[in-house]
């Protein structure tokens, strides 16, 4: 059964970039769409950035776009958020999730939608 762990979490100032990885194992992540998500102390689980199977096909949050970027090595099974330009409202932790459902190209930030999970990682954007 696919196992997901997140890393590259830390502590950045405002305008920093941090790479947030999501390593599967157990059963290929490249048969999963993949979704960065993340949730701060208060607020409702949201969703960042999803991936669709193949890669081709991606979605971004109105407030990430532009700073995020999502990608995947399947070779690798391994999922990447890229993010660029962190503000103070980036702070939560984030969590990558999988689907192995519907056709190659679907991707959605819908968590419901999402069966497996990682454990989560912390950024947090502060000066």
């Known amino acids: 059964q696919l196992q997901l762990v997140e890393s590259g979490g830390g502590l950045v100032q405002p305008g920093g970039s941090l790479r947030l990885s999501c390593a599967g194992s157990?059963?290929?992540?490249?048969?999963?769409?993949v979704a960065w998500f993340r949730q701060a102390p208060g607020n409702v689980r949201e969703g960042v950035s999803s991936i669709s199977r193949g890669g081709d096909n991606t979605n971004y949050a109105d407030s990430v776009k532009g700073r995020f970027t999502i990608s995947r090595d399947n070779a690798k099974s391994t999922v990447f958020l890229q993010m660029n330009n962190l503000r103070d409202e980036d702070t939560a932790v984030y969590y990558c999730?999988?689907?192995?459902?519907?056709?190659?190209?679907?991707?959605?930030?819908?968590?419901?939608?999402?069966?497996?999970w990682g454990q989560g990682t912390q950024v947090t954007v502060s000066s």
């Open positions: 999730a999988a689907n192995a459902g519907y056709d190659s190209r679907w991707t959605s930030t819908a968590p419901d939608l999402y069966d497996y």
């Open positions: 157990g059963f290929p992540l490249a048969d999963y769409a």
